[in-house]
């Protein structure tokens, strides 16, 4: 490749990073706008300070977890444990959920570019962020097949309220048989983030309301429940139906209960 | 690898953002909270619902940690994905009518796409005066979201997340 062709290419270069920079003041601070896009398609702005009359502070303003947060990625210990390997490899710091450095004058511009690294690479946790999936797919398929159960003679009652021993709960379908017995109780449960927290919330339902019900645990998208979790499901007695296809979650779900009932 | 799992339904979003929202908080409470911990996430009701909906979760962000206004943040979520929102970039990316933007801008829900990510429109400062308050009173007012003062009296402690 000829001089010519690489001098017009590094002027192309500098002539994009450069029209992409900015430092304007705001406050006591210096809003300094840094080239490179992150995941959301947007520059990076850090902020500078003095702090003496050598030493500058740089940081993001927290704006990269501002980001994440509003855009549904929340900052669990695991995330924020994230951040800080990023910080650290940068060699700057995560702290109060803030990227910062402190630095002398001459080095400010080396720091503000880690800063903006150290944002756009915040950016990436975006890539694990997934949503919730509403629940109603499978309760509408796990609710006409429970219907199903009312010509049996079984009661069959939507969002029942029940008082446990410390809580008053919420069970998402209970089915109680015409003559005297243990009713059954079905509870859809999807992972959501973490579906430790949702075992343990399950879990806590069932044994707050001890022997009242015979527990049925559809859950959604089984693929994402962790071993640890289903582990817990089992231990406190409820039997488990992996709802892997909503259509078939119902008809599955209705066999369980007929077989916790006892009438299979 | 976790897979993508789908947004909320088109429907249900536009319904969302066309009903006036209810915020049971007052204005004050919030200001507090942002100042003790810099963001926070409010459940929000929407009017004529008189129980939690079990299949969605609407609910609005705001982040503001420090004194800086072009770096605060706001949105709402149903089911934890942005259907609105509103910030500041120093961008020069493609905003709805393809026109180069910076600065604030509104997050737009496009039912094509299912999300609001990338469907950006200008808008003016929400915090002319630098102050938070105006920002939240400016967003409230955008996002159709009121602050039902009767509620609050007596109401339980906010469910902040953690």
């Known amino acids: ?264 | 690898m976790a897979r993508r799992l789908p947004p909320p339904s088109p429907d249900y979003v536009r319904h969302v953002l066309e009903t006036p929202k209810r915020l049971r908080c007052s204005l004050n409470e919030l200001i507090n909270c942002l100042n003790r911990d810099g963001r926070v996430t409010l459940p929000i009701e929407l009017e004529g619902t008189t129980e939690a909906d079990p299949d969605h979760g609407v609910e609005l962000n705001v982040a503001a940690k420090i004194n800086l206004p072009k770096s605060w943040r706001a949105s709402l979520k149903v089911n934890r994905q942005r259907v609105d929102g509103v910030d500041w970039h120093a961008t020069e990316v493609k905003g709805a009518g393809c026109e180069p933007l910076s600065g604030w801008h509104r997050h737009v829900y496009d039912e094509a796409v299912g999300d609001a990510e990338r469907n950006r429109v200008p808008i003016e400062d929400p915090a002319p005066d630098g102050k938070i308050k105006t920002f939240i009173e400016s967003i409230l007012k955008m996002m159709n979201v009121y602050i039902d003062a009767e509620a609050i009296n007596g109401q339980q402690e906010l469910g902040l997340d953690p």
């Not at chain 1, 994440?68 to 210990?77: D, K, N, R, S």
């Open chain 1, 1 to 264: 490749m000829g001089s010519r062709n690489s001098d017009s290419i590094l002027d192309a270069l500098r002539e994009h990073f450069g029209c992409n920079v900015a430092a304007e003041p705001e406050g006591e601070f210096l809003r300094i706008t840094l080239p490179g896009n992150t995941l959301d398609e947007h520059l990076v702005t850090v902020y500078a300070r003095p702090l003496t009359v050598d030493y500058w502070e740089v940081q993001d303003a927290a704006s990269a977890t501002a980001d994440l947060f509003c855009q549904g990625v929340h900052l669990t210990p695991l995330r924020r444990a994230r951040l800080r390997q990023i910080a650290e490899r940068l060699r700057v710091t995560f702290e109060d959920d803030v990227f910062k450095a402190v630095c002398r004058e001459e080095e400010l511009a080396f720091y503000a570019w880690r800063v903006r690294d150290a944002v756009a690479l915040a950016s990436t946790l975006l890539l694990e962020h997934r949503f919730v999936r509403p629940r109603i797919e499978v309760r509408r398929h796990v609710r006409m097949a429970l219907s199903a159960l009312q010509a049996k003679g079984f009661q069959v009652r939507e969002r029942a309220e029940t008082r446990g021993e410390h809580a008053i709960h919420r069970v998402d379908f209970e089915i109680r048989p015409e003559r005297e017995g243990v009713a059954a109780a079905v509870q859809t449960l999807s992972p959501g983030n973490s579906p430790w927290l949702r075992a343990e919330a399950y879990a806590f339902m069932v044994t707050d309301l001890d022997h009242q019900y015979r527990h049925v645990a559809v859950l959604q998208d089984p693929e994402f429940w962790t071993k640890k979790a289903l582990n817990l499901l089992h231990s406190v007695g409820a039997r488990v139906v992996e709802a892997r296809e909503p259509a078939s979650a119902g008809q599955q779900t209705r066999e369980v209960v007929e077989e916790v009932l006892g009438q299979r």
